[in-house]
């Protein structure tokens, strides 16, 4: 017969884990961003008017740790633009443009 506290130890570890998850999924967008870092590369590409917009879910590649969302205006194009740039660990920054409009 099971020892009665081993239930108990099970579901404080599923609330554990439970807990874990809903904590990662509620901190990401905090620290996974880099808005200044953003500005400047979007800045330097001929960009106007840009504005971040905090984390872009599912936006960038598994090598990816940040990624900012934004909206910009494209003077080339001269329309504005919104789209991610993802950033990751000893490789440059990418800018990817998701739509045309806001």
Known sequence: MPHPL???VLSFAALAVIA???LTALTTPL???QPRQAREVLEAMGFTEVATHGYGFF???K???WATKFTAYNRQS???VRGV???GLFKGQTVRV???GL
Request: aromatic share 8%; hydrophobic share 40%.
């Open 78 to 80: 001269q329309r504005y």
């Open 59 to 61: 936006a960038c590649g």
């Open 98 to 100: 998701t739509g045309v």
């Open 6 to 8: 081993s239930n108990s």
């Open 85 to 87: 740039v993802c950033a």
């Open 63 to 65: 090598d990816d740790l």
């Open 31 to 33: 620290w996974a961003t």
């Open 20 to 22: 874990l998850v809903a």
